[in-house]
């Protein structure tokens, strides 16, 4: 080898080291990224996450501890831009809302089940999904809509405390998690077809539906599409999957066609009773819908836009409930003074309306703590920028995720004043009584994220939280199970919820 050819290879090998130190922290993007860890050839920092072992949230409060309120992850082949300060996630979100309104590119399974993005919380931002998220608020959020549908929550609830007292005589105690998640689902399915269908189809649709939360969770392929070809067995489950989901709410849009068709007429199918006026249900206003792009929808958009909405409110609120009974349970203090304030409002017996939950100070200071302490989720849903742009000095590629750890601030210690316990209080007098939990006016606590892309059913999701504690104590007494005392451990499903769901004894409170 002559000297020329050993300073060429010495060259290259130098250039390729600095290469890839730039690559490995920018992924070979933009060169202002956010800092963040080295990362491996190909891979950044996938294997690294997962060799440790930690749960994702582990991983990300370590760096950071390391890195500071945002950094760079390489996933693979996808980058990760972690925002964690209440500063830029409010400048991200709210101040740049449309900016930071977009979602990132989704994997093969997830376009499967949300036909090529068409439900609200997968589509980008634009025409399509400005279409389809008014027709929600529109359809199903409107205070009169919620008004004229009250029928079905006192329904739902009613048939939730029958249960209740049914589980707690068989088996000395009752599951608050699943009871819960079953009566949600049933208003939910209620008010996206109109009809009153049997506990074993609810509980197919539940199950249908939880399934689909795990297979579309992120997957190796989804970081390294290159693999995809190794993972082609659950491409195949997820085909499977998304047939068992069309088969089962299909029919019930076929019968409410049906019925609207028939101006009401046809009333009675042996599988589902319709309930709701024509007009009242949200597949009444999907069958007329055309949305910019897709044109009127067909049967596999319409499941996909009605399982959204079931699922984006089943978990998130029945998680709430569990997390707030928990709370009443262990505190029996906590929870004599909601009795308490219910009965005074109420009466013993009164029955509890929607307008009166409004006018609880104490349940809804409960409601809120239980959202600031136990958020249904650490992250909101990934957010993508429309275009190259910036936050906290760094550029942000149009083509990161960008992940948005709302969790993190609820505990910041410099926002909250013992942010470990557990105490409404501080909503009716404290650190608490003037947060907007909507975000607008800073981000402090944000369960339902904040900006553009904000939850817009979180006044449905709250009303029916306020409902269901507020009945369930006035009814009930509720008590630790002495040898089976409650477990706070938590773990991430969809949603954060309890390891152990709380199970509790239950005294009717007339014979107290
Ligand atoms: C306690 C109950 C609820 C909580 C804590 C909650 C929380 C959230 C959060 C954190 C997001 C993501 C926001 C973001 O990406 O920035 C979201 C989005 C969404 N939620 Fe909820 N939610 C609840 C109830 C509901 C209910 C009852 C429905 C439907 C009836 C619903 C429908 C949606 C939809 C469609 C989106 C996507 C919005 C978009 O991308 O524009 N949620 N929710």
Same mark, same amino acid.
């Given at each position: 080898?002559?000297?020329?050819?050993?300073?060429?290879?010495?060259?290259?090998?130098?250039?390729?080291?600095?290469?890839?130190?730039?690559?490995?922290?920018?992924?070979?993007?933009?060169?202002?990224?956010?800092?963040?860890?080295?990362?491996?050839?190909?891979?950044?920092?996938?294997?690294?996450?997962?060799?440790?072992?930690?749960?994702?949230?582990?991983?990300?409060?370590?760096?950071?501890?390391?890195?500071?309120?945002?950094?760079?992850?390489?996933?693979?082949?996808?980058?990760?831009?972690?925002?964690?300060?209440?500063?830029?996630?409010?400048?991200?979100?709210?101040?740049?809302?449309?900016?930071?309104?977009?979602?990132?590119?989704?994997?093969?399974?997830?376009?499967?089940?949300?036909?090529?993005?068409?439900?609200?919380?997968?589509?980008?931002?634009?025409?399509?999904?400005?279409?389809?998220?008014?027709?929600?608020?529109?359809?199903?959020?409107?205070?009169?809509?919620?008004?004229?549908?009250?029928?079905?929550?006192?329904?739902?609830?009613?048939?939730?405390?029958?249960?209740?007292? @049914?589980?707690?005589?068989?088996?000395?105690?009752?599951?608050?998690?699943?009871?819960?998640?079953?009566?949600?689902?049933?208003?939910?399915?209620?008010?996206?077809?109109?009809?009153?269908?049997?506990?074993?189809?609810?509980?197919?649709?539940?199950?249908?539906?939880?399934?689909?939360?795990?297979?579309?969770?992120?997957?190796?392929?989804?970081?390294?599409?290159?693999?995809?070809?190794?993972?082609?067995?659950?491409?195949?489950?997820?085909?499977?999957?998304?047939?068992?989901?069309?088969?089962?709410?299909?029919?019930?849009?076929?019968?409410?066609?049906?019925?609207?068709?028939?101006?009401?007429?046809?009333?009675?199918?042996?599988?589902?009773?319709?309930?709701?006026?024509?007009?009242?249900?949200?597949?009444?206003?999907?069958?007329?819908?055309?949305?910019?792009?897709?044109?009127?929808?067909?049967?596999?958009?319409?499941?996909?836009?009605?399982?959204?909405?079931?699922?984006?409110?089943?978990?998130?609120?029945?998680?709430?409930?569990?997390?707030?009974?928990?709370?009443?349970?262990?505190? @029996?203090?906590? @929870?004599?003074?909601?009795?308490?304030?219910?009965?005074?409002?109420?009466?013993?017996?009164?029955?509890?309306?929607?307008?009166?939950?409004?006018?609880?100070?104490?349940?809804?200071?409960?409601?809120?703590?239980?959202?600031?302490?136990?958020?249904?989720?650490?992250?909101?849903?990934?957010?993508?920028?429309?275009?190259?742009?910036?936050?906290?000095?760094?550029?942000?590629?149009?083509?990161?995720?960008?992940?948005?750890?709302?969790?993190?601030?609820?505990?910041?210690?410099?926002?909250?004043?013992?942010?470990?316990?557990?105490?409404?209080?501080?909503?009716?007098?404290?650190?608490?009584?003037?947060?907007?939990?909507?975000?607008?006016?800073?981000?402090?606590?944000?369960?339902?994220?904040?900006?553009?892309?904000?939850?817009?059913?979180?006044?449905?999701?709250?009303?029916?939280?306020?409902?269901?504690?507020?009945?369930?104590?006035?009814?009930?007494?509720?008590?630790?199970?002495?040898?089976?005392?409650?477990?706070?451990?938590?773990?991430?499903?969809?949603?954060?919820?309890?390891?152990?769901?709380?199970?509790?004894?239950?005294?009717?409170?007339?014979?107290?």
């Amino acid at each position: 080898m002559e000297w020329t050819d050993l300073v060429i290879l010495l060259a290259v090998a130098l250039l390729f080291r600095l290469w890839w130190r730039y690559w490995s922290v920018t992924g070979g993007g933009a060169k202002n990224l956010p800092p963040g860890p080295p990362g491996w050839p190909l891979v950044g920092n996938l294997f690294q996450v997962i060799l440790q072992g930690k749960h994702f949230i582990f991983v990300v409060r370590d760096l950071r501890a390391k890195y500071g309120p945002i950094f760079t992850m390489q996933m693979g082949q996808r980058t990760l831009i972690v925002v964690t300060s209440p500063e830029l996630i409010h400048e991200a979100l709210v101040q740049k809302g449309p900016l930071f309104a977009s979602r990132p590119a989704d994997s093969p399974i997830r376009l499967l089940f949300s036909v090529g993005k068409c439900a609200i919380n997968s589509a980008e931002y634009g025409p399509l999904w400005r279409s389809l998220r008014r027709n929600l608020v529109t359809e199903l959020i409107n205070p009169t809509r919620i008004r004229q549908c009250s029928w079905i929550r006192n329904w739902a609830i009613e048939n939730h405390m029958k249960r209740l007292h @049914q589980r707690s005589s068989e088996e000395g105690f009752v599951e608050v998690m699943s009871s819960c998640r079953q009566t949600i689902c049933s208003i939910l399915i209620c008010l996206c077809f109109g009809a009153k269908i049997s506990e074993e189809w609810i509980k197919e649709i539940e199950c249908i539906l939880k399934e689909v939360m795990l297979i579309t969770s992120p997957k190796l392929p989804d970081f390294l599409p290159l693999l995809t070809p190794l993972f082609r067995g659950q491409v195949q489950a997820a085909k499977e999957l998304r047939r068992r989901q069309l088969d089962s709410l299909v029919p019930l849009i076929r019968d409410r066609r049906a019925f609207v068709e028939s101006g009401g007429s046809k009333n009675s199918s042996p599988r589902s009773e319709m309930v709701s006026d024509i007009g009242a249900a949200y597949v009444d206003s999907l069958f007329q819908l055309a949305p910019p792009g897709r044109g009127k929808l067909g049967e596999e958009e319409i499941v996909t836009l009605c399982s959204e909405t079931i699922s984006a409110g089943t978990d998130t609120s029945a998680t709430t409930v569990e997390w707030a009974m928990h709370r009443l349970v262990t505190n @029996q203090e906590i @929870q004599e003074k909601l009795y308490k304030e219910i009965v005074d409002l109420v009466g013993k017996n009164g029955e509890i309306t929607e307008k009166d939950v409004e006018n609880m100070p104490y349940l809804v200071a409960i409601v809120k703590e239980t959202f600031r302490r136990h958020p249904p989720s650490h992250f909101v849903l990934s957010h993508a920028s429309t275009k190259e742009t910036e936050l906290g000095g760094y550029t942000i590629p149009a083509d990161a995720s960008v992940e948005f750890y709302t969790e993190w601030i609820t505990k910041d210690p410099s926002l909250w004043e013992d942010p470990n316990e557990f105490r409404p209080e501080r909503f009716l007098i404290g650190d608490g009584v003037d947060v907007d939990i909507t975000g607008v006016k800073g981000a402090k606590m944000l369960p339902f994220g904040a900006g553009r892309r904000i939850c817009p059913a979180w006044t449905l999701g709250t009303l029916h939280i306020h409902l269901l504690l507020a009945r369930m104590v006035q009814a009930f007494k509720w008590l630790p199970i002495p040898d089976n005392p409650p477990d706070p451990t938590e773990t991430y499903a969809f949603t954060v919820v309890m390891k152990n769901p709380l199970k509790a004894i239950i005294l009717p409170r007339n014979k107290v």
